[in-house]
């Protein structure tokens, strides 16, 4: 049986952020592995509007004021992978599922060969339908690392 080659270097590193445990696990590897195989780090954030109400949702200042805050807060996370030594770093926010927004629309923009995430896990019953990250690993086109 003849294994197909397997790439073991990855040269385009997407790393989604929230400010959970498992995504700050994800994001703190991916700096350590883009700085030690000179890649180039790409770091997305999605704004989720199911998590907003519809009074919310349909005032424009309202979504504009959470996405320029969401913004804000990826540069920082920029500045950390910066001043930890990863030379080759941009950012991305996006809008919706971060599931579906990550595979449909983030990773055919970007071409990243590798898709770095935290579990995403949701508390009670909303685990038992599965999770955002469970989605990304069976439907993004590359590979997948999914830190716990």
């Known amino acids: ?5 397997k790439q073991t270097k990855f040269t385009r590193v997407l790393v989604g952020t929230d400010d959970s445990h498992d995504a700050q696990l ?3 590897y991916a700096i350590d592995y883009a700085k030690e195989n ?3 780090l790409f ?9 907003m ?4 949702a349909l005032d ?5 004021g959470e996405r320029e805050a969401l913004e804000k807060h990826v540069l920082e996370y920029e500045k950390e992978a910066k001043e930890a030594g990863v030379t080759k770093v941009q950012t991305v926010v996006a809008e919706g599922k971060p599931g ?9 923009h970007i ?3 590798l898709l770095i995430i935290g579990s995403f896990d949701k508390p009670g019953v909303a685990r038992r339908f599965g999770s955002e990250a469970a989605y990304m690993a069976k439907y993004a086109p590359i590979s997948v690392l999914v830190m716990r």
């Open 1 to 5: 049986m003849i294994m197909a080659e």
């Open 26 to 28: 994800a994001f703190h």
């Open 38 to 40: 000179d890649a180039e």
């Open 43 to 51: 770091i997305v954030s999605v704004l989720e509007s199911n998590e």
């Open 53 to 56: 109400n519809v009074y919310q």
């Open 60 to 64: 424009d200042d309202y979504i504009h």
């Open 100 to 108: 579906r927004t990550i595979v449909n629309d983030v990773i055919p």
């Open 111 to 113: 071409k990243p060969d």
